[in-house]
T-cell receptor, first 114, second 116 residues
Framework: AQKVTQAQTEISVVEKEDVTLDCVYE???????LFWYKQPPSGELVFLIR??????QNEISGRYSWNFQKSTSSFNFTITASQVVDSAVYFC???????????FGSGTRLQVQP | GAGVSQSPSNKVTEKGKDVELRCDPI?????LYWYRQRLGQGLEFLIY????????KSGLPSDRFSAERTGESVSTLTIQRTQQEDSAVYLC??????????????FGDGTRLSIL
């Protein structure tokens, strides 16, 4: 069985603060893929990153960075110097090879106050 | 089109009525997915289409739910005899051909369904 847990339901920060969104997953597969999606107030899901289970290199894209640790089954997402436009619900998702659909966490609502 | 297009964007209907939701995937994307998102929750997988293969219906919650896809284009999700618990946002996604693991799914804006 596969499961994704985002324990933080809601986080509120002030602009320019750094914030980390936690994601813990469960799977028995050795090959799998992890994703982060952003869902702004407008509702559409925006793809942010995909990471396969064999690549534990951390990744940085502008103010976004991701820390993948297989030892703790975590794939955390950090926003540096947060901005109001970062306010959204962020979903972590897991895809096992052989399955076709993403397993989503329940999401973390990030509110960035000006 | 440039992105996944869903219609209608909002649908309000009375309990017991049938509804039909439409999804137009990104041109060239052979894989198409339907998900349901209840208020404040993550997405639940409903059904998956890949080219001409038999669809994966393993996520459909009951026999009141069905979906069709015409070739590699438009898909319709039908909910018969709607119930209040069907109220949710229904999201459609598409991805390129090939292993679904390698291709990100691109989502539409969703249809917000409200059952009175």
């Amino acid at each position: 069985a596969q499961k994704v847990t985002q324990a933080q339901t809601e986080i509120s920060v002030v602009e320019k603060e750094d914030v980390t969104l936690d994601c813990v997953y469960e799977t028995r597969d050795t090959t799998y893929y992890l994703f982060w999606y952003k869902q702004p107030p407008s509702g559409e899901l925006v793809f942010l990153i995909r990471r396969n289970s064999f690549d534990e290199q951390n990744e940085i894209s502008g103010r976004y960075s991701w820390n993948f640790q297989k030892s703790t089954s975590s794939f955390n997402f950090t926003i540096t110097a947060s901005q109001v436009v970062d306010s959204a619900v962020y979903f972590c998702a897991l895809l096992n090879t052989g399955r076709r659909a993403l397993t989503f966490g329940s999401g973390t609502r990030l509110q960035v106050q000006p | 089109g440039a992105g996944v297009s869903q219609s209608p964007s909002n649908k309000v209907t009375e309990k017991g009525k049938d509804v039909e939701l439409r999804c137009d995937p990104i041109s060239g994307h052979t894989a198409l997915y339907w998900y349901r998102q209840r208020l404040g929750q993550g997405l639940e997988f409903l059904i998956y289409f890949q080219g001409n293969s038999a669809p994966d219906k393993s996520g459909l919650p009951s026999d009141r739910f069905s979906a069709e896809r015409t070739g590699e284009s438009v898909s319709t999700l039908t909910i018969q005899r709607t119930q209040q618990e069907d109220s949710a946002v229904y999201l459609c996604a598409s991805s390129l051909v090939g292993s679904p693991s390698n291709q990100p799914q691109h989502f539409g804006d969703g249809t917000r369904l409200s059952i009175l």
